[in-house]
């Protein structure tokens, strides 16, 4: 798999696209845990309604255990104070209930504020990075198979603007089909550019090659 251009250029703006979508998901993980903790605050009063509710109960229950006490009046006197003891229970359940609402709010504020950006620019930085990746490492098994570069000339004519073929030649079909080998190497090159590939190292040419010397005969002129 190839993750990075081989261009320096292209490469370093790679890397810190990388970094700057690195740097965004730890953003809004902080905004999201700020958020997290401010609609936190939210819950004070039902704390504070739950541990007046608490103190009610444990004062009422205190108070009938107390006249529960007194002889002749057995339960007469201390019942209405459990009962009461009751409502404090309630008010308790209360505050506990608006406790446990905005924890669960706490945490679905958190987590979308954190979330939604992140998504909208992560789904679209991973959809560029998968798609230079799969053509990159496409690319890249084509060029260390063959050192010949007449598909990416054809793919240059075909995906590049025609701007930058008209530069390379007026005629870049013809030149394609006569196997310019000048033309071909500079629209290769534009394509492998523009998929931030390096061409592979040329190979000499047969041109180049001292051509066989001719008989002996034809450089004397002699004719038979």
Do not use: C
């Not at 970094?19 to 809004?28: D, M, S």
């Not at 073929?165 to 090159?189: F, M, Q, Y």
């Amino acid at each position: 798999m190839k993750f990075y251009a081989d261009l320096p250029a292209r490469r370093f703006g790679q890397v810190l696209a990388d970094l700057g979508v690195l740097g965004w998901v730890v953003l809004w993980v902080l905004a999201g845990r700020a958020v997290h903790a401010a609609t936190l605050n939210l819950a004070e009063p039902g704390r504070a309604l739950q541990g007046a509710g608490t103190g009610f109960q444990d004062r009422m229950n205190g108070a009938g255990d107390q006249v529960d006490d007194l002889p002749l009046l057995d339960d007469r006197v201390a019942t209405p104070f459990r009962e009461a003891a009751g409502a404090g229970q309630d008010i308790e359940s209360a505050g506990r209930d608006l406790v446990t609402a905005v924890g669960r709010l706490a945490t679905v504020l958190g987590v979308v504020t954190a979330l939604v950006p992140i998504l909208i620019v992560g789904v679209t930085w991973l959809a560029l990075r998968s798609r230079f990746v799969r053509q990159a490492t496409a690319a890249q098994r084509l060029i260390d198979a063959d050192a010949d570069l007449d598909l990416f000339a054809l793919r240059a004519m075909a995906h590049q603007p025609m701007t930058r073929i008209a530069a390379i030649s007026p005629d870049p079909a013809g030149a394609w089909r006569r196997r310019d080998p000048d033309v071909v190497h500079r629209l290769a090159l534009l394509e492998l550019r523009a998929s931030g590939l390096r061409p592979p190292r040329p190979t000499p040419a047969l041109a180049e090659t001292d051509p066989p010397a001719p008989p002996a005969s034809r450089q004397r002129g002699w004719t038979p």
